[in-house]
């Protein structure tokens, strides 16, 4: 039986009209869909994240998302990375955010934060994941930046700056921005290193960088102290620097560590510098611009001694043992 052109058409069009219905339909938020936070992993094609959508009941199709990303011409350019999808998004929204990928985040590593709670504010914010800086293996970026040779951990080199990231970026992406900022700003203010050169010549003063940032807040009192430090160096005395017994006594962290009690300066670890002769053997924190500087412009005084009044963060200097024990009981109450 043969059907007028007609009919045909008319049919053809019907059909056309019904599936042009469903798809449009299909691309609208799903009923009773609530706002949700995914993470794209990189390498995930199409079908994967539309399945991940469709799990997160941020979608009414699988089909209908991973035709309209092909018809759309994105299927091969969505991003990776952690997003915020709002239950008032359809599909076409989606698609777009995913195409741009997603917002990068404002990220403030200050002086003297030490690595671990540089880690916890990253985690906090989902750009990483615990361990992914304390744990690093140091194996993946030592090749590729000289000053690294012989070095155990990131401590000190993730230097005090205003960073953009990427939510859900791969741990190395962002130990390298953090790296290749530390070689760019921080690498010229060691004018002893030289690649290839003996990691002792300038590692120890990024040590004591680290050591001076934790101890003292102005340009001044960090040069006098950077010349205590390397006399008690010379004359074989141990540092006697809190900030490592507080690195020590709170496993690397500085946030929310309590006040030093006297059992503390008895704690068994190779940053206790009360117990133990010579630099720490890493740095106990990240230090800026003018740490750095004055480790390398020590001022020479005849002080020996000195501590932080907690009341004003003022630096105490004294000439005596005796001195200083009485500038301890006063401000310190040890």
């Given amino acids: 039986m043969k059907f007028p052109r007609k009919i045909i058409l008319t049919a053809l069009g019907v059909v056309l009209a019904i599936s042009l219905f469903l798809f449009f339909t299909f691309l609208r938020p799903p009923a009773g869909a609530a706002d949700r936070v995914i993470s794209i992993v990189a390498g995930e094609g199409v079908d994967e994240i539309a399945n991940r959508l469709f799990d997160a009941g941020l979608i009414r199709s699988r089909r209908a998302f991973t035709f309209y990303s092909f018809l759309s011409g994105t299927a091969h350019r969505l991003k990776p990375g952690t997003y915020t999808f709002f239950h008032t998004w359809g599909v076409p929204t989606i698609v777009r955010r995913l195409e741009e990928g997603p917002p990068e985040l404002e990220v403030v590593v200050r002086e003297g934060t030490s690595l671990k709670d540089i880690e916890a504010a990253l985690v906090a914010m989902n750009l990483l994941h615990a361990g992914d800086l304390v744990r690093f293996p140091m194996e993946e970026v030592a090749d590729d930046y000289s000053f690294l040779f012989g070095v155990a951990s990131l401590e000190g080199f993730l230097f005090p700056d205003t960073y953009r990231m990427l939510p859900g970026s791969a741990p190395i992406l ?122 390398f412009s020590p001022r020479t005084s005849d002080f020996l001694y000195y501590l932080s009044d907690p009341a004003t963060g003022e630096t105490i200097f004294s000439k005596t043992l005796e001195e200083h024990n009485a500038n301890r009981a006063r401000y310190l109450k040890l």
Wanted: net charge positive.
């Fill in 174 to 295: 962002v130990v390298r921005k953090l790296l290749d900022n530390f070689e760019k700003k921080a690498l010229p203010l060691f004018s002893s290193f030289s690649p290839g050169g003996k990691k002792k010549d300038w590692y120890e003063q990024l040590i004591l960088a680290s050591l001076i940032e934790r101890e003292v807040r102005s340009d001044d009192d960090r040069r006098i102290v950077a010349g205590i430090l390397k006399r008690r160096l010379a004359i074989g005395m141990p540092l006697q620097v809190d900030a490592t017994v507080s690195y020590a006594t709170c496993s690397g962290s500085f946030a929310a560590c309590p006040p030093l009690t006297r059992d503390d300066f008895k704690v068994s670890s190779v940053f206790n510098t009360y117990r133990n002769q010579g630099l720490p053997p890493l740095p106990i924190s990240n230090p800026g611009e003018s740490a750095i500087k004055s480790a």
